[in-house]
């Protein structure tokens, strides 16, 4: 597992709380990014939105997650899913009082 942690914090401002990712091997060689991702209680990617070329889904393996899309907003708990079209802005943020646990996947890879 690589830690991709420093890439969501470097390259953007306003993220708030811990969220840390581990990327399984080297996806750049297999043009697929598979991560797994912790969000502290109140993690939030930013109110920024995320945007970039690929299709992202994953797993919610514990506690929730907001997910927003566009203009739509959903909380995903253990054992929801998503998939969507990355070029949409999202972001992704823990609204609860346990750290959320997600497996995702993304193509091509994006961090």
């Known amino acids: 597992m690589r830690d991709l942690t420093g890439r969501l914090y ?3 401002n306003g993220t708030r709380g811990r969220i840390t ?13 598979i991560l797994h991702e912790r969000y502290d ?19 919610v393996i514990a506690g929730q997650l907001e997910i927003t899309v566009g203009d739509t907003t959903a909380i995903l708990n253990a054992g ?3 998939l969507f079209d990355s070029t949409l802005p999202h972001r992704f943020r823990n609204p609860g009082m346990v750290q959320a646990v997600v497996v995702s996947a993304c193509t091509p890879p994006y961090l």
């Not at 990712?21 to 990014?33: M, P």
Request: charged share 20%.
């Open 10 to 12: 470097s390259a953007r």
């Open 21 to 33: 990712l581990q990327q399984v091997g080297d996806a750049r060689a297999h043009n697929l990014q």
């Open 41 to 59: 209680p109140g993690a939030d990617t930013g109110r920024q939105m995320l945007e970039h070329v690929a299709t992202e889904g994953g797993v």
């Open 80 to 82: 929801d899913s998503y």
